[in-house]
């Protein structure tokens, strides 16, 4: 046994054990109350743990010999995950004090631990089993509110999740045979090397990408949002979708393999999300749904800097740092944010103080100078210059108006918040707003203080005028814009000028399934129709034929029916069978 067993060994284990042991507790009515006044501090064992300076644990009669390990990677993840969680915990004590807090806690503990399991373990079985506790328990948080949003939310989630189990699953098993060991730190070099290599990338990037929110699976990130309480919205966005970012670093082959088409498709998909994700956030209504786009964009940028690593193997280091401090600073911002929709919703007539402190954070993670945006969008510039061509070129021009892009959706967000009904107020404000004033000052300094190289070589960029500008104009322009169009509702007495559904793809897709499934022969105006015009409202030649585009989604539904189902079923096969062979 040796000193870091004896030092920081019992955190290890805590740390995991812990938020289940008091998850069971719920469950005894002698130690319910203790639970429930614990439960906000289950996180304190993993935040200690991050000041650890080594930390391992060998479990060899525990599944196929767990192994638990705190390492480059799991100690900054460590600190902010813990940091959030603890955070929300305190935050859920007061926001949900007069609704059926046992469930929640339950599951909000169950999550806890898978959250801190992912983290922490160092072999595959471990990895699977924390990510699956991670997984479930979380749709606990989502449909705890309950109504049919909340179940419909939860379904889509389940739906994806266990397409992503799947995924996972088999890349596992492929992964382990080339490595023939179940240790990770064995894994991404084996299948660097495979001959599977191709295989097992892509389940590896779809599966961890369901739970990331990257592009085209995004759909469950702007259904479970709007329905979640407060605190589980900051978590789930915060932590719990790094989480698939997690995955990518521990199996990808990253730093030991060039894989430049791969990461070519990872910038681009990467790209693409961050400007979808803050242009379908615009069209929303609610404002925890258009924080749900952000973080889709925002886990776009992360995306990119993936594929940089998959693209320049020799740089992976280097951006390995950026995606850390990426990942602290969105986790932070992000959760401050949630936590400060739920205290503005409460706050009654006094709400300009509320709105105030929203700035900080959203001026973050627009990446305003002297922010933890700043840092985390200077280390991305950098890495830029390890792409190959013609990466460094596009992405040069790509990033700043992604910048501009997430500071127009910031701005769409306050302007929600600022229209929001006011509240009533209640006894337990003070209480949130100080948990919630945490949060704020974990955006204000935690990240800076988790990376100072990066921090003061920030500080010194700013010393020239063009460092300062080139930070500072995209997010004038996104502000100016959105003057544009907040100048434009105030004058016009029209409501919404664009609505698109949240899950955007996903109406289209759950029209026909409902065709397929149901038959029907009713010809009525749907979640598709609606998506095109829409749509169409913006360009001019959709504004001249909006009922053009409306009667065509009307025709093909017509059309759709007309198809019978074991046809459609039997050309899925027959594609199937091709792609096959």
Known sequence: MNASWISAGPLLVASIGLPLLLALALSLRRLRAFAHAAAPWSALPGLALTAAPEASVDLPWLLLGMRLELDAISRPFLLFTALLWLIAGHYARFYLARRPL???????????????????????????????????????????????????????????????????????????????????????????????????????????????????????????????PTPASAVLSGVIIKAGVLGWLRFLPLGSATLPQWGNWCMAAGLGAAFYGAGVGLAQRNPKTVLAYSSISQMGSITVLVGLGLAAPSAWPLVLDAILIYAAHHALAKGALFLGV???QRAGEHRYRVFAGLL??????AGAPFTSG???????????????????????????????????LLARFLFLCWRQPPGVGDRALRALEFCWGLGLLSVALVTGLMFPDASASMM???????????????????????????????????????????GDLLAPLE??????????????????????????????????????????????????????????????LLCLFVLAV
Request: proline content about 4%; some cysteine.
């Open 342 to 344: 739920g205290v503005c």
């Open 360 to 365: 900080l954070p959203a001026l973050a993670l």
């Open 460 to 502: 010194s960029r700013y010393l020239h005028p063009a460092g300062l500008w080139a930070d500072l104009w995209p997010l004038m322009s996104g502000s100016f814009v959105a003057g544009l169009f907040w100048h434009r509702a105030v004058r016009s007495k029209r409501r919404a000028f664009l609505a698109i559904p949240p």
């Open 102 to 228: 046992r469930r929640f806690t339950a599951f909000f503990l169950a999550t806890l631990s898978g959250n801190m399991g992912v983290i922490l373990a160092q072999d595959v079985a471990s990895f699977y089993l924390f990510f699956s506790l991670l997984t479930f328990a979380a749709y606990g948080l989502i449909v705890h509110e309950g109504g049919e949003e909340a179940r419909h939310a939860g379904r889509i989630y389940l739906i994806l999740m266990v397409i992503g189990e799947v995924l996972l699953s088999i890349a596992f098993m492929l992964a382990v045979e080339a490595a023939d060991a179940l240790k990770l730190d064995a894994l991404a070099s084996a299948i660097g090397a495979s001959g599977d290599r191709s295989v097992i990338v892509a389940l590896l990037l779809s599966g961890f990408g369901i739970k990331a929110g990257a592009l085209s699976v995004h759909m469950w990130l702007p259904l479970a949002h709007p329905v979640a």
């Open 511 to 572: 029209w026909l399934a409902l065709r397929l499934w149901t038959g029907s022969k009713a010809l009525s105006e749907t979640a598709l129709t609606h998506w095109w015009r829409s749509l169409a409202y913006w360009s001019r030649f959709g504004r001249a034929h909006a009922g053009r585009l409306a009667e065509g989604a009307v025709r093909w539904e017509f059309f759709m029916q007309r198809v019978s189902v074991a046809s459609i079923l039997f050309l899925l």
């Open 374 to 408: 700043a840092l985390a969008k200077h280390a991305l510039k950098e890495m830029t210059l390890f792409a190959p061509s013609p990466w460094p070129e596009t992405l040069a021009v790509a990033l700043p108006l992604s910048a501009a892009a997430t500071a127009l």
